[in-house]
């Protein structure tokens, strides 16, 4: 007789298993109830596992040499683009970053910001202090 897995390890191999380091709720909706999702998710994050970036959006994490918490494995910048595109929402860096990294200039840009054409987002990407800020182009 084959013996089943039970959500909570079900779900942590379907994370441990995925290519990249955004985990979305709704990635699990097909294993139990919402009510089970978050708080198996809220677990995680406690555990170290997770780090929460916003809501439904979750980063995979490891535990920093310097502090002992857990931070996201990838920077700010690169969870964000990520999400972006996990949530079919078209949002292109900054030109600050955009700049830094074509090698147009050489100031390290500080904050992540994204420009998101004609296109409102309300939704709060942020790790620790740190928050992604949005740029459009709604009001012209």
């Known amino acids: 007789m084959k013996s089943r897995l039970n ?6 191999r379907s994370i441990t298993m995925r ?9 699990f909706t097909h294993m139990g109830s919402q009510s089970q999702i978050s708080r198996l998710l809220t677990d995680f994050v406690a555990e170290g596992r997770l780090v929460r970036l916003g809501y439904g959006i979750f980063a ?11 931070v996201p494995r990838e ?4 969870l964000a ?3 972006f595109m996990r949530l079919r929402i078209e949002a292109k860096p ?9 090698g147009q200039s050489t100031q390290i840009p500080v904050q992540a910001v994204f420009d998101t054409g004609r296109r409102r987002i ?4 942020m790790v620790g202090n740190r928050k ?9």
């Open 7 to 12: 959500i909570r390890e079900r779900m942590k």
């Open 19 to 27: 290519r990249g380091e955004i985990i979305l709720r709704s990635d």
């Open 60 to 70: 995979k994490a490891r535990i920093s040499s310097i502090s002992g918490q857990p």
């Open 75 to 78: 920077p700010l910048e690169v």
């Open 81 to 83: 683009e990520e999400a």
């Open 94 to 102: 900054g030109k600050a970053q955009r700049d830094y990294a074509s």
């Open 122 to 125: 309300s939704r709060e990407l």
């Open 132 to 140: 992604v800020r949005y740029k459009n182009d709604y009001n012209r």
